[in-house]
């Protein structure tokens, strides 16, 4: 029996038009466009204004990553974020409606910053079933609608944006094809990166929650160090299952967390800084959009080109992680937002 992979055919991006600089935060917040180049190499992010949505982005990435692929129709739609446009549904069904897929499964995958990696994981799983053909996996943020504005940690790092890939069932040894997905999670570092309030432990607690309870929380320094230790682990597990040496990786395609992180865990790996390809300049750390804003990005700008063996690894609250492995394949061009 032939083994069924999901295959990328198709990859497409959307950011919200704002750009916010370092001096603009730092007109309110004490922080500076020097710290936070130094500290995360982030310059700027893009943020949506008020009335733009998740699903709004992950409609307009969803669609350009179908014209990339050439198709009209897939047979799931699953959207990875942590700012679903409302608690309760789903934002993935909406989103598929907007994209003429009435009908078809939609479900939202809630790994955050890993979100990508865990849907990759998903979309695979529906492809090997047998019963699905074609996958959409959007990652998309609004990112900036839970950050406190009072919150410098959080304000200078994290953009708004989203990236999609199409995925057609094909076989292992195509260029495209999503090679063993290393996941993972610890629980107990929840209180590292969480929203306090909204959900049914601050409900069932019966208390009314502080207005700033409902904004992401972040400790920054053990999420890094977490960030550093689990990714480069995850990474190396994933070229180990797919049988990769390092010499193998052309490319290093890692969520934009903070360029620092970035930097060292291809410094762990023994990657060179050649691999390593990255965005989180101009667009910040956009969570589940992070990776395939960044695959759209690159693939647009020659960064990444097929044949390119490509490391992708992620890791995000939680705490989740995850890494695979791909050939990068032939896609139609699409037009990326700069
Ligand atoms: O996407 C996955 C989840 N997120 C991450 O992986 C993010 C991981 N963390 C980070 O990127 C970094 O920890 C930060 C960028 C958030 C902070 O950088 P750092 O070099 O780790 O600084 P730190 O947390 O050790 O804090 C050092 C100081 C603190 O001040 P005190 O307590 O020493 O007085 C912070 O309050 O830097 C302060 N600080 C800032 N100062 C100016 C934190 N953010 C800022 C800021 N501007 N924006």
């Not at 996996?137 to 919150?151: M, N, Q, R």
Request: charged share 20%; net charge negative.
């Amino acid at each position: 029996m032939t083994t069924l992979r999901a295959v990328i055919c198709g990859v497409g991006a959307a950011l919200p038009p704002r750009v916010v600089t370092n001096d603009e935060l730092s007109a309110y917040l004490d922080t500076s466009d020097e710290w936070i180049r130094q500290r995360t190499g982030i310059r700027t992010r893009r943020r949506v204004d008020p009335g733009t949505a998740t699903a709004d982005l992950a409609t307009e990435a969803g669609a350009r990553a179908l014209a990339s692929a050439g198709v009209t129709d897939v047979d799931a739609v699953v959207l990875a974020t942590a700012t679903p446009d409302r608690l309760v549904p789903a934002t993935a069904p909406e989103v598929a409606t907007r994209l003429g897929l009435t009908g078809v499964a939609a479900y939202d995958v809630a790994a955050v910053c890993s979100g990508f990696v865990y849907g990759l994981a998903s979309a695979a799983g529906l492809v090997a079933t047998g019963d699905f053909r074609r996958v959409l996996l959007i990652g998309a943020e609004a990112y900036s609608t839970i950050i406190d504005p009072k919150d410098r940690t959080t304000a200078a790092i994290f953009g708004d944006g989203a990236g999609a890939v199409v995925l057609r069932a094909g076989g292992p040894g195509e260029p495209g094809a999503i090679g063993p997905v290393d996941l993972g999670s610890d629980g107990s570092l929840v209180e590292l990166g969480m929203i306090p309030a909204g959900g049914s432990r601050q409900r069932s607690a019966g208390g009314t929650a502080a207005p700033e309870d409902h904004y992401f929380r972040m400790q920054g320094g053990d999420m890094y160090r977490h960030a550093v230790t689990r990714m480069t682990a995850s990474a190396s597990t994933a070229l180990d299952r797919a049988g990769w040496r390092l010499s193998d990786v052309d490319r290093f395609v890692p969520h934009q967390a903070n360029a620092r992180i970035a930097a060292a865990v291809a410094e762990r790996l023994g990657l060179t800084g050649d691999q390593l390809v990255s965005n989180i300049e101009h667009v910040g750390n956009t969570a589940a959009a992070s990776i395939p804003l960044l695959l759209a990005q690159a693939a647009a700008d020659g960064r990444l080109r097929p044949g390119h063996r490509v490391l992708l690894a992620a890791f995000g609250s939680g705490a989740t992680w995850g890494a695979t492995t791909l050939v990068w394949p032939e896609v139609g061009a699409v037009p990326i937002p700069s």
